[in-house]
């Protein structure tokens, strides 16, 4: 038993060896990895402005905004319509412009925003309701 007993006490100690061993050596690599990671960090105050101006774009969607669109007999300038987007809800304008111009369905549409399909069906049509009388008013309000 005696005999048994300190094979058991070699393999435990033995294991414990190779789980210090493991430990340290884990440990050994997550610090090279953070030194590794440290060396390549640039903090924001120590870039120059060309290398700050790599870090983001601008969206330049309605920098020119004096053309036209006419529909029938109604011109319509991309200022007002762009006016008219933005004076939705972000969730209104975010589906409209879903629909219009990622060609996504209601279905697809209903799956990223987490939404029923009915619900997106309603906050569209409520936005075309929204746009078509924005768009009215300034052309009423206006004379154009």
């Known amino acids: 038993m005696d005999r048994q007993a300190h094979n058991e006490f070699e393999i435990r100690c033995a ?5 210090k061993q493991v430990i340290k050596n884990e440990a050994a690599n997550a610090h090279k990895e953070l ?9 924001f105050s120590d870039m120059s402005s060309a290398d700050e101006k790599c ?13 036209e669109i006419s529909i029938g007999k109604v011109s319509i300038s991309e200022k007002l319509l ?12 975010e589906i ?7 060609e996504l369905k209601d279905i697809d549409i209903a799956g990223l925003l987490n939404l029923s399909r009915s ?4 906050k569209r049509t409520k936005g075309l309701q929204l746009l078509k009388k924005y768009i009215e008013k300034r052309l009423n309000g206006y004379g154009e």
């Open 96 to 102: 409209i412009l879903m629909y219009y111009f990622s």
């Open 82 to 93: 762009s006016d008219a987007l933005l004076s939705l809800s972000e969730d209104k304008r």
């Open 35 to 43: 030194n590794r990671l440290s060396q390549k960090e640039v903090l």
């Open 15 to 19: 294991f414990n060896g190779y789980c």
């Open 119 to 122: 619900a997106i069906q309603y």
């Open 55 to 67: 870090l983001y774009t601008l969206d330049e969607y309605f920098k020119d905004l004096d053309n």
